[in-house]
């Protein structure tokens, strides 16, 4: 089991930046790949970014250029850097992890959630 726990949300203007932190405990050495997700209200979960343990990236056509994701794995620490933040980045984030390869979007162990909010 891995268990993730989200921080570093908050209300920022467009504009602004945060950075999410995630960290992870338990049985780590089995997340091959750990990601990004947000989910705002009344809209479907949409991945955001993702990480696999060689460092490969991947990001959402709409965070390309402003979002960074990134790992320190002596910490089992997951971050997401989103610079220049919108209001439409508003949602309820959430780390995930997986033990197969990015591709297979195959997430199993979720956080809880840290809320992004931004005014315009």
């Known amino acids: 089991q891995v268990q993730l726990v989200e921080s570093g949300g908050g209300s920022v203007q467009a504009g602004g930046s945060l950075r999410l932190s995630c960290t992870a405990s338990g049985y780590t050495y089995s997340s091959n790949c750990m990601g990004w997700f947000r989910q705002a209200p009344g809209k479907e979960r949409e991945g955001v970014a993702d990480?696999?343990?060689?460092?490969?990236?991947d990001y959402a056509d709409f965070v390309k250029g402003r979002f960074t994701i990134s790992q320190d794995n002596a910490e089992n620490t997951l971050y997401l850097q989103m610079n220049n933040l919108k209001a439409e980045d508003t949602a309820m984030y959430y780390c995930?992890?997986?033990?197969?390869?990015?591709?297979?979007?195959?997430?199993?162990?979720w956080g809880q959630g840290t809320q992004v909010t931004v005014s315009s």
């Open positions: 990480i696999d343990r060689h460092g490969s990236t």
């Open positions: 995930a992890a997986t033990p197969a390869d990015c591709a297979s979007l195959k997430f199993g162990y």
